[in-house]
């Protein structure tokens, strides 16, 4: 992402997103020009919506990809209006109703330095 997260009850971030999968095999999925507009998603705090992270998708169909701040019951979809088709985890792309999955692990990366924090 070119933008930094923030907290939000709404979609942020810009075209230059994109979702990745590292396997079984490595495969980028470009943001969709025109999109949607609904790139990255973080909410810990807002009344009546998801809490966690989110891309594309929308707040009231379903996100493309979501880890609930509980980290479990994630869920992951091969189509998005965002975000270029393909499979994110080991389901058919047509999924509409997308699979749900369970992290393994979560590793988070930043940089910058103190300030950023």
Known sequence: ADVGW?????FFGSQNCFLFRLAPDFEIFRSRIPSDGNFMYFNEAGF?????????????DSFRLFIPESLESCTARGRCLTYEPGRLTGMSPTTPGGADFQLASLEVWGCGDAECL
Do not use: Q
């Open 48 to 60: 009546s919506l998801p809490h966690g992270i989110g891309f594309g998708g929308s707040l009231t």
């Open 6 to 10: 923030k907290a939000s009850n709404g």
